[in-house]
């Protein structure tokens, strides 16, 4: 099952903001989740973190999460935490939008 979804709310005005047009957010996401095979259960599955390519995050759930994340610059690291400041703050907020309004609703 593959359930996509372009956000709105928050993510989307911080997209729309003539501020951060320099950084191309895109409010959009994807999360997959494999349901049955051959009409039993799958296997337990570790969820992983994309950005288009697999990431080394792992999601902490069994579904696989992929979006516009906001990368550091060897695409290893998604951006994050409480206690950045400037462009890092601006891409750790959108990083925690985008799973707030377009993931997780």
């Known amino acids: 099952l593959i359930c996509s ?4 709310g928050q993510c989307r005005a911080m997209a ?3 501020e951060h047009r320099d950084l191309k957010f895109l409010p959009w996401a994807n999360v997959a989740a494999h349901l049955t095979r051959n009409g039993k259960q799958p296997p337990n599955a570790k969820g992983n973190a994309f950005c288009f390519l697999p990431l080394p995050a792992e999601t ?4 696989h999460i992929n979006g516009y994340f906001e990368l550091s610059a060897n695409r290893r690291d998604i951006w994050s935490g409480s206690d950045m400041t400037g462009a ?5 907020e ?3 939008l985008l799973l707030w309004d377009v993931i997780s609703p």
Do not use: E, I, M, Q
Request: charged fraction near 15%; hydrophobic fraction near 40%; charge should be positive.
């Open 5 to 8: 979804a372009l956000g709105a």
């Open 16 to 18: 729309c903001n003539p």
């Open 60 to 63: 902490g759930f069994a579904v």
């Open 88 to 92: 890092g703050k601006v891409r750790s």
């Open 94 to 96: 959108w990083n925690r």
